[in-house]
Nanobody, 117 residues
Framework: QVQVVESGGGLVQAGGSLRLSCAAS????????MGWYRQGPGQQRELVAS???????NYADSVKGRFTISGGNAQNTVYLQMNNLKPEDAGVYYC???????????WGKGTLVAVST
């Protein structure tokens, strides 16, 4: 059974930083795409950043230059370094692992990021 667990969320002042971590366990394979999504109050879940097996990263325009996504060598861990946090960054952050060829798509339960002003 695959389990996906995020950690690193919390309360931070605007302009501060957080580093989110996520790991998938119970797998015998590596994933092709890993990413972070977030959902703010009254908002739909949106892609924040993703990274593929080649190390190519994709970012939402709103976080470019502030957030950095990275993955572990095993392709079952993913991190999100968030700098210069803004109030609009607040929400629940979810990590995601995909292996489209196998139809695999796994989500964590989310970690809360709150930004105070």
């Amino acid at each position: 059974q695959v389990q996906v667990v995020e950690s690193g969320g919390g309360l931070v002042q605007a302009g501060g930083s957080l580093r989110l971590s996520c790991a998938a366990s119970g797998t015998i394979f590596s994933f092709d795409v890993m990413g972070w999504y977030r959902q703010g109050p009254g908002q739909q879940r949106e892609l924040v950043a993703s990274i593929d097996r080649e190390g190519v990263a994709n970012y939402a325009d709103s976080v470019k230059g502030r957030f950095t996504i990275s993955g572990g060598n095993a392709q079952n861990t993913v991190y999100l370094q968030m700098n210069n946090l803004k109030p609009e960054d607040a929400g629940v952050y979810y990590c995601n692992f995909k292996k489209p060829t196998f139809g695999m798509n796994y989500w964590g339960k989310g970690t809360l990021v709150a930004v105070s002003t």
